[in-house]
């Protein structure tokens, strides 16, 4: 409503507009509201997961690219998307800046952005449709409060964290720093990044200087197996 009353429209002149404005929108709401419903279900957008949701919501094609923390690449695949003719962008923004002229272009072409999980610069309903995600210096701070409880207080622990720059990685690192600095016997002996990468966090945790100190870990990205 605050954008459209920018517009010079009142409460009342919106309402009664509505019922012309959500036919059109059908399409592309309810499909995008299964898709991040069942992902939130299944977890996260990574890995299978958005097949799986997208077949769930119904939808027949799910053009998908992996940017591999690269910015130009994804900006890349966004305009290639938007090429292709795709009906909406679903877009985990690797970081907080550089995707505004690829929204610019998706939004010329009448193609709706939702971004997820990340942050970036931009206006929900001008830059972007909506941000869907968590609050991730909460998710640290429990994640914190667990492990001073799992290890008595006592561990020296070793931070495994995202890639530098991002929302998240910082969110995260932040929120849980909160909690270890309140408990003396909790120390961050190393940290490290593994830039959102499963097998670069293997390649850390196996090294001789970090081996020493598996008291414990921490890590503010995706799972380590």
């Not at 509505?18 to 279900?41: D, E, G, H, K, Q």
């Not at 931009?122 to 449709?129: A, E, N, Q, Y």
């Not at 968590?134 to 290890?151: M, N, P």
Request: proline content about 4%; aromatic content about 6%; overall charge positive.
């Amino acid at each position: 409503f605050q954008e459209v009353s920018r517009s010079g429209l009142g409460v009342f002149q919106t309402l009664q507009i509505l019922p012309y404005i959500i036919p059109s929108l059908l399409p592309f709401s309810i499909p995008v509201a299964v898709l991040l419903t069942v992902c939130i279900v299944y977890g996260r957008m990574a890995a299978n997961h958005e097949i799986v949701a997208a077949k769930a919501a119904g939808i027949k094609k799910l053009v998908y690219a992996n940017a591999d923390s690269d910015q130009a690449k994804q900006v890349s695949d966004i305009q290639a998307m938007i090429s292709q003719g795709v009906d909406a962008l679903i877009v985990a923004p690797l970081n907080s800046t550089g995707l505004q002229p690829a929204f610019k272009a998706a939004r010329a072409h009448h193609i709706p952005v939702i971004t997820i999980d990340r942050h970036t610069a931009g206006k929900p309903c001008r830059d972007f449709i909506a941000f869907m995600g968590s609050d991730f210096h909460k998710q640290a701070v429990r994640a914190a409060q667990q492990l001073v409880k799992a290890t008595n207080g006592q561990a020296r622990i070793v931070e495994l964290q995202g890639a530098y720059g991002n929302s998240v990685e910082t969110a995260r690192t932040d929120g849980f720093a909160q909690i270890i600095d309140q408990h003396k016997g909790m120390q961050i002996v190393a940290k490290q990044s593994a830039k959102w990468s499963t097998t670069e966090a293997q390649k850390v945790m196996s090294t001789t200087s970090m081996a020493k100190f598996l008291a414990g870990h921490y890590s503010t990205q995706r799972a380590v197996k």
